[in-house]
Each structure stands twice: as structure tokens, then as C-alpha cells.
């Protein structure tokens, strides 16, 4: 896409993300931030190959809404077991739980969340964490993110 028409799509209200650093190098990253000006990296699991990447991925606060069901699909990780969203998270990165084209790779959301629950045995506190960033770092407004996340304090205290 041109640098036009990306122009005409911002100034029609559409937001930027791309999907970058799951089968490409932590440049790609780099380079979807730097010149597409996104606000989002699908997948970017690679980020962490390049420490100072990593960095600004947590101070410009850059959400990484992880696949791991098509990561394993496209053997960027073995075993979902390897699959490196808790590295992800210890380096402060905003990770979440995504799902990627379910038609072509399997996993539903909440596959997805099944799956990588049992891989990591992630207790109730890291799934209250990773869903709470999904909603904190979605393209809802501010007052639906607020009522979400209210909703979700309000479940996990029943």
C-alpha cells in the first residue's frame, strides 16, 4: 500500500497494526513502528531477540496480542510449551492471547486460552492478567474498555 492511500486510512479513522516478527526478524518490528506507525505488533515474539526492541516495546507501551496455536502451525515454536509468552511478560511487554485466522490455523480464542493455560499451568491471577490487557489494549472506547474491565474485577472477586 502506498504512502497515500496508508495516509487516507488514518485520516479516515482507521488504526494502524501489522503483523510482524513472528516468522521475520525483530527489524520487521522495528520497522512496522518507524515507518507504518502502527500501535499494535500481531504476534512480534521475536522482539525479544533484540533487547533494546524489547525496551521500547514496553515504554511506548506497544501491545503484542500473541497467536501461540498459529505460531505452533507455522513452527515459529516447536511445542507450545516453548512458545515464549511468559518471557514476553516478565520483560513488562503487554502480551495477550489472540487468535490468528482460525479457519486456516485452528484455535479459537478461547483454544487458544485453553491451550496455552495447560502449557504454562497459568494460574487464574496470569488469565485475569492476560485478559485484562486484551480488553486495556483493544480499539474499544475508553468508557467500554472501563465497563469490561469492571466486569471482569467484579467476576473474578465472585
Not at 36 to 55: P, Q
Not at 95 to 104: C, F, L, R, Y
Not at 118 to 137: E, R
Amino acid at each position: 500500500m502506498g504512502v497515500e492511500r496508508r495516509l487516507r486510512a488514518r485520516e479516515a479513522g482507521f488504526l494502524a497494526v501489522a503483523h510482524a516478527g513472528e516468522e521475520g526478524p525483530p527489524e520487521y518490528i522495528s520497522d512496522a513502528l518507524d515507518f507504518l506507525k502502527v500501535k499494535r505488533i500481531n504476534h512480534g515474539v521475536r522482539c525479544v531477540e533484540d533487547a533494546g526492541l524489547a525496551e521500547r516495546l514496553v515504554d511506548e507501551q506497544i501491545p503484542l496480542p500473541v497467536c501461540p496455536i498459529s505460531d505452533l502451525k507455522l513452527r515459529v515454536f516447536d511445542t507450545l510449551e516453548q512458545h515464549n509468552l511468559g518471557l514476553l511478560l516478565l520483560h513488562g511487554i503487554c502480551g495477550k492471547i489472540n487468535s490468528d485466522d482460525p479457519a486456516s490455523f485452528g484455535g479459537t480464542i478461547s483454544e487458544n486460552y485453553f491451550r496455552t493455560q495447560q502449557a504454562f499451568k497459568l494460574d487464574a491471577a496470569d488469565i485475569f492478567t492476560l485478559t485484562k490487557n486484551s480488553f486495556t489494549t483493544s480499539f474499544l472506547s475508553d468508557l467500554d474498555k472501563q465497563r469490561y474491565i469492571a466486569e471482569l474485577v467484579q467476576a473474578k472477586s465472585e
